[in-house]
């Protein structure tokens, strides 16, 4: 039987320890789930990217610099384009591709949910 004294398994202060250590992983875990989701929100321009797809999107390292922001436009459905190879951005189910033939400057962006998105990667909007 357990005595009025006893506090479960842990002393006292050891449950307090423990709960206060919970604590902080919860709160370190939702502090890097928002940092996550401001970072793609800043990728993508948007704050509601996941619902209204990029606004513009930063492409790292192009033209040889930090990285250029281009400003997308969703296409038409029936919007008839040739991709070359295709590449995947840093986030799951969103690539691009360039479109052809290789004289064109358009990129192609395929969106997670299937949407496509245009851009001219010879009209920056400014480096960052």
Same mark, same amino acid.
């Given at each position: 039987?357990?005595?009025?004294?006893?506090?479960?398994?842990?002393?006292?202060?050891?449950?307090?320890? $423990? $709960?206060?250590?919970?604590?902080?992983?919860?709160?370190?875990?939702?502090?890097?789930?928002?940092?996550?989701?401001?970072?793609?929100?800043?990728?993508?321009?948007?704050?509601?990217?996941?619902?209204?797809?990029?606004?513009?999107?930063?492409?790292?390292?192009?033209?040889?610099?930090?990285?250029? $922001?281009?400003?997308?436009?969703?296409?038409?459905?029936?919007?008839?384009?040739?991709?070359?190879?295709? *590449?995947?951005?840093?986030?799951?189910?969103?690539?691009?591709?360039?479109?052809?033939?290789?004289?064109? *400057?358009?990129?192609?962006?395929?969106?997670?949910?299937?949407?496509?998105?245009?851009?001219?990667?010879?009209?920056?909007?400014? *480096?960052?």
């Amino acid at each position: 039987m357990m005595d009025s004294s006893d506090s479960g398994s842990y002393p006292f202060r050891e449950q307090k320890t $423990r $709960r206060r250590r919970t604590r902080r992983f919860i709160v370190l875990c939702a502090g890097a789930v928002a940092a996550t989701y401001l970072f793609y929100a800043w990728l993508f321009g948007s704050i509601l990217w996941v619902f209204t797809g990029p606004d513009s999107i930063w492409v790292p390292g192009s033209y040889g610099g930090l990285g250029q $922001r281009f400003e997308t436009q969703k296409l038409a459905d029936d919007y008839a384009y040739q991709c070359g190879e295709s *590449s995947s951005l840093p986030f799951p189910g969103v690539s691009y591709c360039r479109q052809e033939p290789e004289e064109t *400057s358009s990129i192609i962006v395929t969106w997670y949910n299937g949407d496509k998105y245009i851009f001219d990667n010879q009209d920056p909007l400014g *480096s960052f």
